[in-house]
């Protein structure tokens, strides 16, 4: 919180914070999103200096949310606050506003959260991203403004440096792991689920011409469970185990031909089970 406005109210995240992001003719754009987010040290609860990303839906709440401003006639230049005060003459908005506000808003949502689950919530997340392998465990250390790993070293030794190549690996791993961040879809998720339904579909025997008429992209869980269960229930149908009776005088025949023997009935006859796959 203290990086959004200060205890005093006369510093906090800035324009020029957000080195991607570009202001011209009342119109808020990004070169490059997820767009990356500098930290500077004296807005670091640690001290430290460092940056992180701002996902996809987070670019467009702030694109809205400085339109919204540029319409009502604000000038934003690089020194412009981030998040700006509605009544109070300080340039800032102070951190402990910023938490009123924050847990009126988790109040109003029926919790009785700290605001500062929220950065627990993105830790745990970044986690959770890092066990399915779309997050590097010193990428998320650094992230998270934690100081002490390899990361952050080699960016305090390099004096607020690092290779273009690296921070692209991490924009990267940071959009991977938007997921689990978001309370949105991205087109890339999108596209990922559809290439997963129609895995799916295939897996459970969907014909060229079924595929064809099904649409991945629009087919509900509802719609993808309900295919399953038919296909399954066809499946099992087309291969349940098929029982005749013979008379015993047939007994070496069936044997041979890969008939499984199972019971002898009253009247003399053999029962005799084909097999899923005949011998």
Not at 126 to 155: C, P, Q, V, W
Not at 177 to 184: A, F, G, K, N
Not at 212 to 237: C, G, H, Q, Y
Request: hydrophobic share 30%; glycine share 6%.
């Amino acid at each position: 919180m203290e990086t959004l406005g200060n205890y005093k109210g006369d510093d906090g995240l800035r324009i020029s914070d957000f080195p991607e992001m570009k202001i011209e003719n009342g119109e808020v754009t990004f070169k490059k999103i997820p767009t990356m987010l500098n930290v500077r040290s004296d807005l670091s609860k640690a001290g430290n200096k460092y940056f992180s990303f701002l996902s996809e839906e987070g670019c467009e709440y702030l694109k809205a949310y400085l339109e919204e401003r540029l319409r009502n006639d604000e000038k934003l230049d690089k020194d412009t606050d981030i998040i700006t005060p509605k009544w109070a003459s300080k340039q800032f908005v102070r951190t402990i506003n910023i938490g009123d506000s924050i847990r009126n808003s988790i109040r109003g949502a029926g919790y009785k959260w700290r605001p500062y689950v929220l950065r627990a919530y993105f830790d745990t997340q970044l986690l959770l991203a890092e066990s399915k392998g779309k997050m590097n465990a010193s990428y998320r250390k650094f992230l998270l403004g934690h100081t002490g790993n390899d990361i952050e070293a080699r960016y305090t030794t390099n004096k607020g440096r690092l290779n273009k190549e690296l921070i692209e690996d991490m924009r990267e791993n940071y959009k991977k792991s938007q997921v689990y961040l978001q309370t949105i879809q991205t087109e890339d998720e999108e596209e990922e689920l559809a290439i997963f339904t129609k895995r799916v579909l295939q897996i459970f025997g969907a014909t060229p011409e079924e595929m064809e008429a099904l649409d991945p992209t629009e087919m509900d869980e509802k719609d993808l469970v309900d295919f399953m269960r038919k296909k399954l229930i066809k499946s099992l149908n087309e291969n349940k185990p098929k029982i005749i009776s013979v008379e015993l005088s047939e007994f070496d025949d069936y044997v041979n031909k890969g008939y499984d023997y199972v019971d002898q009935l009253s009247n003399g006859k053999v029962v005799f089970r084909l097999p899923l796959q005949p011998r």
